[in-house]
Structures are given as structure tokens and as C-alpha cells.
């Protein structure tokens, strides 16, 4: 048993869209997180402090980056939700690997669905690959260990 920080460039994303595999190879993931939200109560009299009372836990949007994929099955599904508005939730698994490129902790995110696509600058001064960006909403995510 390894007791090092796991490494964050080898993982893997699946969207269960379809039946069948799709593109899913991305470069970035980013916005794992959650936090609760408080609400604040002012005690009649009491000054010195208010209290802060837990309400709902709050997640942030899911960003994955990749390679611009000039025809494929996910911008297929994120161009019907959003020109559409045929939107289907999906679960998203993203999943770290271990040295041996196996799963050692994924993140299933329930019914998410797509926010935003945006594609990286165009600059005829650099050699850079075009890079599409998709931004997406999700309920709530649990944590799977394996």
C-alpha cells in the first residue's frame, strides 16, 4: 500500500449518454466541490455574535476540457440541450487512477446536464491546439472508492 498523495493526471470521464462508447478523453477536470450554506440568525439582544444555521449543501459546476472533437456523441448531446432545449440528464463518472491505471477514487455526478461550450481563442501568431470547453450543471455527487 502506497502512502503517497495520488497523482492528478491520470483518471478517466464517462457520460452515460448512450449504449454505446463515446469520445470522452479530456485534458481537464475541473470544479469538484461542495459546501454548505449557512443562514444567519440575529439573536434579539444578543450582540456579540450571530448564529449560523446549516441549510442545504451547495455544489460547484463541473468543467471538463479537452481537444476541440469536431464531430462527436457528447457535443452532439450538449448542442440538442442547448439549441433545443432537449435537455437529458446524465450521470458523469470521473475517476481517479492509481499507478497501475486502475480506479482508486471516483466521483459520480447525478443528473448533470450542460451549462455552457465554449471553444479556446483563435491566434494565428501561436501553434496551439483548439481546446472546447463544457461547463455543467449536476445535483449532487457522491464519492466512489474502490
Not at 448542442?79 to 437529458?88: K, M
Not at 470521473?94 to 471516483?106: C, F, G, I, R, S
Not at 491566434?123 to 483548439?130: D, F, H, I, K, Y
Request: hydrophobic share 40%; net charge negative; proline share 5%.
Amino acid at each position: 500500500m502506497t502512502r503517497y498523495p495520488p497523482v492528478g493526471f491520470s483518471f478517466w470521464v464517462s457520460f452515460e449518454i448512450s449504449s454505446e462508447p463515446i469520445d470522452i478523453a479530456f485534458q481537464d477536470v475541473a470544479g469538484i466541490g461542495m459546501e454548505l450554506q449557512t443562514e444567519d440568525i440575529v439573536e434579539g439582544g444578543e450582540n456579540r455574535f450571530t448564529q449560523k444555521l446549516p441549510t442545504r449543501a451547495n455544489y460547484t459546476p463541473l468543467v471538463l476540457k479537452r481537444g476541440l472533437a469536431v464531430q462527436s456523441a457528447l457535443t452532439n448531446w450538449v448542442r440538442d440541450a442547448v439549441e433545443n432545449l432537449s435537455i437529458q440528464p446524465t450521470s458523469i463518472i470521473v475517476a481517479l487512477l492509481n499507478e497501475k491505471k486502475e480506479p482508486l477514487m471516483a466521483y459520480r455526478f447525478m443528473n448533470a446536464y450542460p451549462l455552457k461550450w465554449s471553444i479556446s481563442n483563435f491566434n494565428a501568431e501561436s501553434s496551439t491546439l483548439v481546446i472546447e470547453s463544457l461547463e455543467l450543471y449536476y445535483q449532487y455527487f457522491k464519492i466512489i472508492n474502490s
